[in-house]
């Protein structure tokens, strides 16, 4: 059964990301998950649904300079059933998983921050219904979920898994075949907005 303590080795990319209010250069709608390889972000619409790979997924605590192009530090968990205690008061807690995002590609979201992980704390009793070890959820965005601080606020997405189905091809080692979802839709550009999603955590 699925299970999730809520109390770097990090991954190669290309990573998936949730952005509550929008990237700087409008590139990316505010209340969008995106995949960023390189240089280049691609909004992607997970209401259409992606495979996580929840036997992939790694729980800990990163801290960030916020400079471009410097890597995050991260502090991994034992496994997503323990949760080591905070590293320090500038350290957020944050997921790391593989996922199936349509047309044969696959994303790691990597990510910290209080919508993150109230997202995948509010999915946890959905992935423990887990039906059998080789089945992993398909989950899709249906909504947002506003959230407010002492000092800031941030938007969170709302994740809820339409079925179970058997491991995509995408998510097998060494086979990078697609599997039975629509590609991801581009999502329409917003104005600039700031990129720090998570004023407090």
Same mark, same amino acid.
Do not use: C, H
């Given at each position: 059964?699925?299970? !999730?303590?809520?109390?770097?080795?990090?991954?190669?990319?290309?990573?998936?990301?949730?952005?509550?209010?929008?990237?700087?250069?409008?590139?990316?709608?505010?209340?969008?998950?995106?995949v960023r390889d390189g240089g280049n972000k691609t909004p992607i619409d997970v209401s259409k649904g992606v495979v996580l790979d929840i036997t992939s997924m790694k729980t800990g605590w990163q801290r960030s300079e916020g400079i471009a192009g410097v890597a995050p530090e991260w502090k991994w968990n034992p496994s997503p059933a323990q949760m080591m205690p905070s590293p320090g008061d500038d350290w957020k807690k944050g997921i790391s998983v593989k996922v199936a995002i349509g047309g044969g590609n696959v994303a790691t979201w990597e990510q910290a921050g209080a919508a993150t992980w109230q997202a995948i704390v509010k999915?946890? @009793?959905? !992935?423990?219904?887990?039906?059998?070890?080789?089945?992993? @959820? !398909?989950?899709?965005?249906v909504g947002t979920d506003a959230m407010q601080f002492k000092r800031g606020s941030t938007i969170a997405p709302v994740l809820e898994v339409a079925k179970w189905i058997e491991r995509p091809d995408a998510l097998k080692d060494g086979n990078v075949a697609g599997f039975a979802i629509e590609p991801a839709a581009p999502a329409p550009k917003a104005a600039p907005a700031p990129v720090d999603d998570d004023l407090e955590f």
């Open positions: 059964m699925f299970a !999730l303590d809520t109390g770097s080795d990090g991954a190669s990319g290309p990573f998936m990301a949730w952005s509550a209010r929008g990237s700087q250069d409008g590139e990316i709608s505010p209340k969008t998950f995106y999915l946890v @009793p959905e !992935l423990q219904k887990q039906p059998a070890p080789n089945m992993l @959820p !398909l989950v899709k965005l």
